[in-house]
């Protein structure tokens, strides 16, 4: 049984993160020459872009269901904290921001980022919530 608004969540944060793909090729992060930093970057934007996507339509054929989407926004969330927020990042908030000449570029960067967050957590614990609700009713 597939939820609306779970549906809506995960386009949500498929928008969000192709904007935020988007930001990381605006700030160079994936530029010539090719390199192996550019390569595990890469990489891991298909991955997670592809799990998305893939995660979606199998969501909407009903072989995968909420849970899948709890461990994968849970897992977005780690994945941001650790790429964006921890004390080990090499591009904190403060870097994404100065990265663009106009401070409306680098607010609005911030701001997705953010919000890209904020929708995994919104996501992973309605998620929760779905599948613990399923797990009750049987």
């Known amino acids: 049984m597939r939820d609306r608004k779970l549906i809506i969540l995960i386009f949500l944060i498929i928008i ?12 160079g992060d994936f530029r010539a020459p090719l390199s192996a930093e550019w390569v595990a970057s890469f990489a891991v934007t298909l991955v997670i872009n592809s799990i998305l996507g893939f995660g979606l339509y199998f969501y909407l054929k009903n072989r995968v269901g909420p ?5 994968i ?5 780690a ?8 004390p080990f990042t090499d591009q904190p908030p403060q870097y994404i921001y100065r990265a663009y000449e106009l401070p409306a570029a680098g ?32």
Request: aromatic share 14%.
């Open 16 to 27: 969000l993160n192709l904007g935020h793909t988007v930001d990381h090729m605006a700030r």
């Open 67 to 71: 849970l899948f989407w709890a461990i």
């Open 73 to 77: 926004a849970g897992a977005g969330v």
């Open 79 to 86: 994945f941001a904290w650790l790429a964006h927020f921890s």
């Open 107 to 138: 607010s609005l960067a911030v701001a997705w980022l953010v919000a890209l967050v904020l929708v995994l957590i919104i996501t992973a614990l309605y998620a929760e919530y779905l599948w613990a609700r399923r797990c009750d009713s049987n």
